[in-house]
Antibody, heavy 124, light 110 residues
Framework: QVQLVQSGPEVKKPGASVKVSCKASGYTFNSYGITWVRQAPGQGLQWMGWISGYNGNTDYAQKFQGRVTMTTDTATSTAYMELRSLKFDDTAVYYC?????????????????WGQGTLVTVSS | QSALTQPASVSGSPGQSITISCTGTSSDVGIYGLVSWFQQHPGKAPKLMIYEVSKRPSGVSNRFSGAKSASTASLTISGLQAEDEADYYCSSYAVGHTVLFGGGTKVTVL
């Protein structure tokens, strides 16, 4: 079955970086992309961007441009999301999800399935 | 862009139908047929319930249906069941190559 398994929880200090992984299985990795969505404690969902599994094209939400980098390792069907210059309000559960793409373009909100989530806590 | 607008809560008795609205603008819901709905149980990851306004992924009950009129989308749950109690989020593709989410609606089964 299609499955996304994310890395474990992280605790970081303000100003540090975090890199979350998302390992895909059960489908052809380069036929879809991976999108990242975060959810602060008790809050709603916030879209961060996507990366194509076909050619590595990316599109980041304006709020995160310059601070986020999404990459993939097609050999291991794993996607990564790195967020830099962490602030206290970056504390959230970070989710990856498979996204429908048309080649290297993933302009869609067909997100299915989702990973289990990774809690990133920013604390001094 | 601002988030899409959803009611904070909706409730209904078992067997009833409820509808959750999702109001956007002419820059998102109003011009794109890319509205999705996600269900999230406490402590769990979201699950895709509806995509492209009214399509159901394989495995999702036909008690869930979606529609859109102008800049407002809606999710209807018919034959409400205890397992439907969860948070529901709408999402729309938007001008500027971005994806917006609503603030979420808590569905309570009385």
């Amino acid at each position: 079955q299609v499955q996304l398994v994310q890395s474990g929880p992280e605790v970081k200090k303000p100003g540090a970086s975090v890199k979350v992984s998302c390992k895909a299985s059960g489908y052809t990795f380069n036929s879809y992309g991976i999108t990242w969505v975060r959810q602060a404690p008790g809050q709603g969902l916030q879209w961060m961007g996507w990366i194509s599994g076909y050619n590595g094209n990316t599109d980041y939400a304006q709020k995160f441009q310059g601070r986020v980098t999404m990459t993939t390792d097609t050999a291991t069907s794993t996607a990564y999301m790195e967020l830099r210059s962490l602030k206290f309000d970056d504390t959230a559960v970070y989710y990856c999800a498979r996204i429908y793409c048309d080649g290297g373009s993933c302009h869609s909100n067909w997100f299915d399935p989702w990973g289990q989530g990774t809690l990133v806590t920013v604390s001094s | 862009q601002s988030a899409l607008t959803q009611p904070a809560s909706v409730s209904g008795s078992p067997g009833q139908s409820i509808t959750i609205s999702c109001t956007g603008t002419s820059s998102d819901v109003g011009i794109y047929g890319l509205v999705s709905w996600f269900q999230q149980h406490p402590g769990k990851a979201p699950k895709l319930m509806i995509y492209e306004v009214s399509k159901r992924p394989s495995g999702v009950s036909n008690r869930f249906s979606g529609a859109k009129s102008a800049s407002t989308a809606s999710l209807t749950i018919s034959g409400l069941q205890a397992e439907d109690e969860a948070d529901y989020y709408c999402s729309s593709y938007a001008v500027g190559h971005t994806v917006l989410f609503g603030g979420g609606t808590k569905v309570t089964v009385l």
